[in-house]
């Protein structure tokens, strides 16, 4: 048995972004152990982590976060050193038809785990506890925090906070939590706001996943609008790279935008796929499934344009990503595909 591991607590670890940094993390650092603590909602897949399930360096609990309870028992059990925080409510078209979800998960949640994590480490503002010194805290947040762009400009970590959904709000809410309670408190805090992923794992309701699914099933691609709201794609490993490297090399009370420089239009991704397909699962009647592609009604306050600069992490931590996504988009496909056979 593996003995005097550092205890990391990790939520929503069977979301899609959280399923492939456990298994990520656990192998690049045999000394932490991550407790994973998810409620399981329609988003969190215990299947996800199954390759790791068994593994002396992982424990699963299922449970909220928004159960202070709870959250006092874990960290006084476990002594965390520190949090990485995924769990969140995140599906945009969700969160216009019912906006509570987000406001409890995202908000209220967040403001548990925070609050729990300065009673465990701090005594007093910026008095921390005797051997907590190095805790800390990684909140993952979004790029859609900033808003929208217009056909120019990147989003910058001084970009001024603008969201235009109840999910995007509520992320920027849980941002600002985060900030003050490093301004506060002095709790030693780390944020990153990502760009789309993609990649294995993703739940069925995001875009790539429901481009393939459709198209393997012979059914209508709904694509919103016009089609040319544009997205800059980050593979999900990539993404986990930036997560670790801001946890530990990160400056506290600072932000990291990480990136993937990638920026699609909707319609584009959706023809790259069905181009794929035509020559890995061709239909039976001979025609492209391009043909299934169909524009439907846009979604409510959809924002046109994302686009992260991700100069500081890659200045000041040395974050490269290692996929474009031409050459994820294929190792993407191909997993789902995978999934099927």
């Known amino acids: 048995m593996i003995t005097d591991l550092e205890n990391i607590l990790v939520t929503g670890g069977a979301g899609f972004i959280g399923a492939n940094f456990i298994p990520y993390f656990i192998a690049a650092y045999p000394n932490y152990k991550l407790i994973n603590l998810d409620k399981l909602t329609y988003a969190g897949n215990p299947a996800n982590l199954s390759e790791i399930e068994e593994n002396e360096q992982y424990e699963f ?3 909220d976060i928004c159960d202070a309870a709870l959250l006092k ?3 006084a ?5 520190g949090v990485i925080h995924f769990a969140a409510e995140s599906h945009v078209d969700n969160s216009i038809e019912g906006p509570e979800a987000f406001i409890q998960t995202n908000i209220v949640g967040s403001f548990q785990l925070l609050d729990a994590a300065r009673k465990h480490w701090i005594s007093a503002p910026f008095q921390v506890k005797e051997g907590h010194e190095n805790c800390r805290f990684l909140h993952v947040s979004t790029d859609e925090v900033y808003g929208t762009l217009g056909e120019t400009g990147l989003f910058e970590e001084t970009t001024p906070y603008a969201p235009n959904s109840p999910y995007s709000a509520s992320k920027a809410s849980s941002d600002l939590l985060g900030r ?4 506060t408190y002095g709790l030693n805090i780390v944020t990153t706001n990502c760009s789309n992923n993609y990649g294995p794992k993703q739940h069925n309701e995001k875009l790539i996943p429901t481009i393939i ?4 099933a012979g059914e209508e ?3 919103y609008g016009d089609g040319k709201n544009v997205r800059d794609w980050l593979y999900v490993l990539d993404h986990c790279k930036g997560i670790d490297l801001a946890f530990h090399k990160g400056k506290s009370g600072e932000t990291y935008n990480i990136g993937g420089r990638n920026e699609r239009k909707n319609i584009d991704i959706a023809r790259l796929i069905c181009g794929f397909l035509d020559k890995k699962r061709p239909l039976a009647n001979g025609e492209s499934h391009q043909e299934l592609i169909t524009f439907v009604q846009d979604r409510a306050g959809h924002d046109r344009r994302y686009a992260i600069d991700a100069s500081k992490i890659e200045n ?3 974050w490269i990503a290692d996929e474009n996504f031409d050459t ?3 190792k993407t496909v191909d997993w789902y595909l995978s999934k099927r056979n």
């Open 61 to 63: 609990i299922q449970g």
């Open 73 to 75: 028992e874990l960290f």
């Open 77 to 81: 059990k476990y002594n965390f050193r």
């Open 180 to 183: 003050s309670y490093f301004h």
């Open 213 to 216: 699914r459709k198209a393997l």
């Open 221 to 223: 691609i709904p694509i």
């Open 316 to 318: 000041e931590l040395g």
């Open 328 to 330: 994820g988009i294929v």
